[in-house]
């Protein structure tokens, strides 16, 4: 019987019931003054570990949560061992700064994520798709790539079985839904239709604070975290405007032909 350790990286990212804004120099998202927390694609992974080790119970060996961010990173390591997880680790970088142009890009955090599941041992991860600040959706399959695992990446439901070591893995495409099997080690992306993530209990909240983070530097792992890409402008969408009606087909005609769309 095959037992599973669980590697689940998280991250920190603006709630997602703030709106973003724009700094002033038009170079990165203003992070003064707002609040964090842990992306929900990510409790959606931890929720999952959470439920594979409730439901084959001596499987599971164990659960840790990681994550790569200067030391205010780890505030998110506390809802995830509330919510189930049993260690937590920390791979410490400078803070990012406009002065520093420092930026976590995903090819990074993948070489980050694989030195860090090699030392572990672990031979399954599970992560959020993407994240909800970049919307990048490229970190697991890097990470998969890097560690030449299998990958099943969008999940909405996956079903281990311990006797043949085996995992299966539903996700949903254009057509409907699709699911694919294959053994361990793996690498598992959640789709939002996974699961729901349980409200953590106070009792749970307050043993999280006590327990131990491990922390870590890209050093001590041996990647150079460098960013590869500069911003050269960000700014926010055009406003939309308003439409208008016509009174006929010839005047929609004359309109989209005034508008050189036909």
């Known amino acids: 019987m095959s037992r599973l350790n669980i590697v689940v990286p998280v991250k920190r990212v603006i709630d997602y019931a703030v709106k973003p804004r724009i700094n002033a120099a038009k170079s990165a998202i203003e992070t003064s003054g707002v609040k964090f927390s842990m992306n929900p694609f990510c409790e959606i992974a931890v929720e999952e570990a959470v439920r594979l080790r409730e439901r084959h119970q001596g499987v ?13 990173a780890q505030d998110i ?7 189930g997880a049993d260690k937590a680790a920390l791979i410490e970088t400078p803070e990012i700064t406009e002065s520093n142009g420092l930026k976590l890009e995903p090819l990074a955090v993948a070489k980050l994520l694989r030195a860090y599941v090699e030392r572990s041992g672990a031979n399954m991860v ?9 919307d990048s959706n490229q970190t697991g399959q890097m ?3 890097l560690l030449g695992w299998s990958q099943a990446t969008n999940a909405s439901a996956v079903v281990f079985d311990p006797a043949t070591s085996t995992v299966s893995v539903t996700r949903e495409v254009d057509g409907g ?21 349980r409200y953590t209990k106070l009792p749970d909240i307050m043993k999280a604070k006590k327990k131990k983070i491990e922390t870590t530097t890209p050093a001590d ?9 500069t911003i050269e402008l960000l700014a926010d969408p055009p406003k939309r405007v308003g ?20």
């Open 60 to 72: 599971v060996e164990s659960i840790t949560a990681v994550t790569a961010g200067y030391s205010k």
């Open 143 to 145: 990470l998969a790539g």
């Open 126 to 134: 599970i992560m959020g798709k993407q994240a909800i600040d970049d």
């Open 243 to 262: 439409g208008a009606k016509v009174e006929s087909v010839d005047a929609l005609v004359s309109k989209l032909k005034e508008l050189g769309a036909i």
């Open 77 to 83: 390591l506390r809802p995830a061992l509330a919510l």
């Open 221 to 229: 792992l041996g990647v150079d975290i460098s960013p590869r890409l």
């Open 177 to 197: 839904a699709e699911t694919l099997s294959t053994s361990l080690p793996i690498v598992i992306t959640t789709d939002l239709r996974l699961n729901q993530p």
